[in-house]
């Protein structure tokens, strides 16, 4: 009789574990928060750090960083402390050399003034094309720059009245609108991303060009067309609330610039509730789906183009305003990704997502632009001269906000208030 045998079973394949990405996340930001940025990110650093050790507690057999998370912990808790211990010195004491009320009160006149609403009301138009039809428009300063050349061109140079000049401005985006949208919305989204942005250059070139600044005034722009807006400012003298701080002149301007803003906000909000509003969602998950059911996906994406434009439009036209000046670089590419970086902050497809992230925006900017600006200024300087000087410390500034944009993008792509849904970008 013969013994069977039996071969042995293989033992079972283990996967590696991966250390899990809260837990870089964690150390990163907290090594960040002591030594680049002064404490900002260690709050963020602990958080991070709690949120790896959750994970990894829940699934131990896939991930590994214990160790890796509870020194981002500590690093953000050390961190924290430095901030608040800034904080406190800087407001309180003559100790540190950087005034923090003062940074502070800058950053709040820029969150609430005129430049914010600019951007909030450029982000607008940009909620209406980017976060809820899914257009790709990268050419938002084109949109700005036709309206504000439109009343300009109007009054100064054609010699018509302010407030038929005003309504001409408004009619130019939608001019725009529909000569970008006949030749391009029925293509891919692409080609109107190429469409816009080069349509955005070709204005601002031609609005500076030399053979034209008869009519439109060249590089150096044109003025003298703003008087009207001028004397109907109510406001005589400078309005000082304590935090904040503006001229007469500005103090109007945001009076008037804010209104504006929730009128759009307003609109916005009663058009996307509405069936049409839903349509356009729609389009922008699935816009085969929408033209099955009968509907004509270009008339909507038309009238959501002519509609953010008009946004767009709105924010020039306030933009010459509030300066009294058009000049061609104003209008740069630049002013639309700046736009694009107050919708991402504040959340795209959400009704308040541009305002908040054009002030967010604004007061990071003008914050870290006036913290570095007396860190890097004096005798003896907070920040040595051989790791930055007064001149640099104004682009470190944008070097910071990129980072925390890019931050923001890796951890929380939908933005502050947004749905990461909103944003899926590669599906459209």
């Known amino acids: 009789m013969s013994a069977t045998t039996r071969e ?82 800087g407001l309180f004491t003559d100790t540190l050399p950087v005034d923090i009320a003062r940074v502070f009160k800058t950053a709040l006149n820029q969150a609430l003034g005129p430049n914010a ?7 607008i138009g940009l909620n209406v094309h980017f976060g809820y039809t899914g257009l790709l428009n990268f050419g938002q300063a084109g949109f700005m720059a036709v309206g504000a050349y439109g009343l300009a061109v109007s009054v100064v ?40 942005i080069a349509t955005a250059e070709i204005l601002r070139l031609t609005f500076g060009s030399v053979e034209m600044s008869d009519t439109l005034g060249g590089s150096n722009g044109l003025t003298g067309y ?37 009128i759009c906000l307003l609109i916005v909000w009663a058009l996307m509730r509405s069936p049409w509003g839903r ?17 004509n996906v270009f008339a909507y994406k038309m009238q959501a183009l002519v509609l953010g434009g008009m946004f767009g439009g709105l924010a020039g036209l306030f933009l010459a305003l509030k300066q009294a000046s058009v000049v061609p670089t104003d209008y740069s590419t ?47 300087p907070l920040v040595p001269t051989w790791i930055m000087d007064n001149t640099q410390s ?13 931050l923001l ?7 502050i208030f947004g749905d990461r849904r909103e944003i899926a970008i590669d599906e459209r």
């Open 226 to 262: 703003a008087s009207t807006y001028q004397q109907l400012n109510p406001f005589d003298s400078r309005l000082d609330l304590g935090f904040v701080a503006f001229s007469a002149r500005d103090t109007w301007s945001v009076l008037v610039g804010w209104s504006m803003v929730a």
């Open 334 to 380: 630049n002013v639309t990704f700046f736009a694009y970086t107050a919708l991402l902050i504040g959340g795209a497809a959400r009704v308040f997502g541009p305002v908040v992230g054009a002030m967010i925006f604004w007061f990071l900017i003008s914050g870290l632009g006036s913290f570095l600006g007396q860190a890097t200024s004096g005798i003896d």
């Open 117 to 123: 609403i600019v951007f909030a009301l450029a982000a």
């Open 157 to 196: 140079t054609f010699d018509i009245s302010f407030w038929a000049a005003v309504g001409i401005s408004l009619l130019a985006p939608i001019v725009l609108a529909i000569l970008l949208g006949v030749p391009t919305l029925r293509l891919r989204a692409d080609y109107l991303a190429i469409a816009t």
């Open 279 to 295: 349509v356009l969602r729609s389009i922008r998950e699935d816009e085969d789906a929408v033209r099955s059911l009968g509907k």
């Open 8 to 89: 042995p079973s293989a033992a079972p394949t283990l996967r590696p574990k991966r250390t899990h990405p809260a837990a870089i996340a964690s150390a990163v930001l907290g090594v960040a928060g002591l030594t680049l940025t002064a404490g900002i990110a260690s709050p963020f650093a602990f958080w991070k750090g709690r949120q790896a050790l959750a994970a990894i507690e829940a699934d131990p057999d896939d991930y590994e960083g214990r160790n890796l998370a509870n020194l981002g912990r500590v690093l953000g808790v050390l961190g924290t402390v430095l901030l608040l211990t800034w904080l406190v010195l």
């Open 409 to 415: 993008m890796i951890f929380r792509p939908q933005g």
């Open 394 to 406: 104004s682009l470190v500034r944008f070097i910071a906000t990129g980072l925390g944009l890019m």
